[in-house]
């Protein structure tokens, strides 16, 4: 944590910033777990088996499903750098977004940095919404260590989602690309 906290590249601002974002959302499935185990104690006998009731087995594969879309969707999103999602923000009508010092920042590192911290804030929301999906299976019926899968692999993805300077660079190069 250390190093992307005390980042000294053209984009450690940003990248400070969006640590901090990251390590909400982590920190949010912890909370989800917490919350699941307190609504589980009491209610099941055996907190450690899984179990899913009969009438929530549908629901259960759908919020599957859904989880491994928006997974696939995210993992695309961050590799790729669909051009239609770049363009959706314009900069310009910006002119003060970000922190003082990300006011200092060149003009082109400043527009990629924002780029950068909106893919990653939704990248961050698909793959912690995984974690609320199990979250949501506990509060129909479902035993605590159902929603264990759901977390790790949300916890997961965030990991594999972190901000660095590589990925703020490839957007950049992807911004240039593109001429945006």
Not at 14 to 43: D, E, P
Not at 49 to 60: D, G, N, T, V
Not at 74 to 95: C, D, E
């Amino acid at each position: 944590m250390k190093g992307y906290l005390m980042s000294t590249g053209k984009y450690s601002p940003a990248i400070r910033i969006t640590t901090i974002i990251w390590l909400a959302f982590m920190i949010a499935n912890f909370s989800y777990l917490s919350i699941a185990y307190s609504i589980t104690k009491h209610r099941d006998a055996d907190l450690f088996i899984i179990h899913i009731p009969e009438q929530l087995s549908i629901l259960f594969l759908a919020l599957c499903g859904v989880s491994v879309i928006g997974i696939i969707i995210g993992f695309i999103i961050r590799s790729k750098l669909p051009a239609a999602f770049l363009q959706a923000r314009n900069t310009a009508a910006l002119p003060m977004a970000g922190s003082a010092k990300m006011q200092k920042m060149d003009p082109e590192a400043r527009t990629t940095a924002i780029h950068a911290q909106t893919i990653s804030i939704v990248l961050f929301a698909f793959f912690e919404s995984v974690g609320i999906y199990g979250l949501l299976l506990v509060m129909m019926g479902c035993t605590f260590f159902t929603m264990v899968p759901f977390v790790l692999i949300s916890l997961t993805c965030l990991f594999f989602a972190r901000p660095t300077e590589a990925f703020f660079d490839r957007v950049g190069e992807r911004l240039r690309e593109l001429n945006l």
